[in-house]
T-cell receptor, first 117, second 114 residues
Framework: DTEVTQTPKHLVMGMTNKKSLKCEQHMGHRAMYWYKQKAKKPPELMFVYSYEKLSINESVPSRFSPECPNSSLLNLHLHALQPEDSALYLCASSQGAGGSSYNSPLHFGNGTRLTVT | GENVEQHPSTLSVQEGDSAVIKCTYSDSASNYFPWYKQELGKRPQLIID?????GEKKDQRIAVTLNKTAKHFSLHITETQPEDSAVYFC?????????????FGQGTILTVHP
């Protein structure tokens, strides 16, 4: 069992659709992350939220819109995606220590396998 | 941002042999050095990590060593077993105020032959 839950597990969407990916953790972690992973590649950092505020955006296209409604939830809103956006989207959380340089282990969810047609 | 280079990209060993994977980083302010294991079709999971005030850390068959002067850290797996077969990633971090900027290396595909 994973302590970070992602839904849905699989998603197929057309280029004109709007969909959302959801992530939830109840470990009291204060940092949450979105990573994108293509086949046979490492996870690529997209966004970091620290204490519910967006702290890092790795120049991600605006068709990806993150949202952190509270400390336990993280969403990724998708709109007008391209086929090359098909990938595994991984959510992660860590204890966090906003404002300092202390990093801590990432706890990953099982990911959402996204296919854009 | 932090840049990490990981070598080798593939590593094939016989069961019982040792395996060593090395990562080089660029940001001298980096202070946290984790290693993740990702089995096929599964999520990455932390296997060991080390902080910059420590030179070596061991957990059973797994160890990580850090050389801050040379800016590299290595994963050592002894007495390898077939279940160690997976992709291993080192992760670099930009220190200072860039909390959470954790960048994965390119990965090493480890295959342990029975």
């Amino acid at each position: 069992d994973t302590e970070v839950t992602q839904t849905p597990k699989h998603l197929v969407m057309g280029m004109t659709n709007k969909k959302s990916l959801k992530c939830e953790q109840h470990m009291g972690h204060r940092a949450m992350y979105w990573y994108k992973q293509k086949a046979k590649k490492p996870p690529e950092l997209m966004f970091v939220y620290s204490y519910e505020k967006l702290s890092i955006n790795e120049s991600v296209p605006s068709r990806f819109s993150p949202e952190c409604p509270n400390s336990s939830l993280l969403n990724l809103h998708l709109h007008a995606l391209q086929p090359e956006d098909s990938a595994l989207y991984l959510c992660a959380s860590s204890q966090g220590a906003g404002g300092s340089s202390y990093n801590s282990p990432l706890h990953f969810g099982n990911g959402t396998r996204l296919t854009v047609t | 941002g932090e840049n990490v280079e990981q070598h080798p990209s593939t590593l094939s060993v016989q069961e019982g042999d040792s395996a060593v994977i090395k990562c080089t980083y660029s940001d001298s302010a980096s202070n946290y050095f984790p290693w993740y294991k990702q089995e096929l079709g599964k999520r990455p999971q932390l296997i060991i990590d080390i902080r910059s005030n420590v030179g070596e850390k061991k957990d059973q068959r797994i160890a990580v060593t850090l050389n801050k002067t040379a800016k590299h850290f290595s994963l050592h797996i002894t007495e390898t077993q077939p279940e160690d077969s997976a992709v291993y990633f080192c992760v670099g971090n930009a220190g200072g105020t860039s909390y959470g900027k954790l960048t994965f290396g390119q990965g090493t595909i480890l295959t342990v032959h029975p």
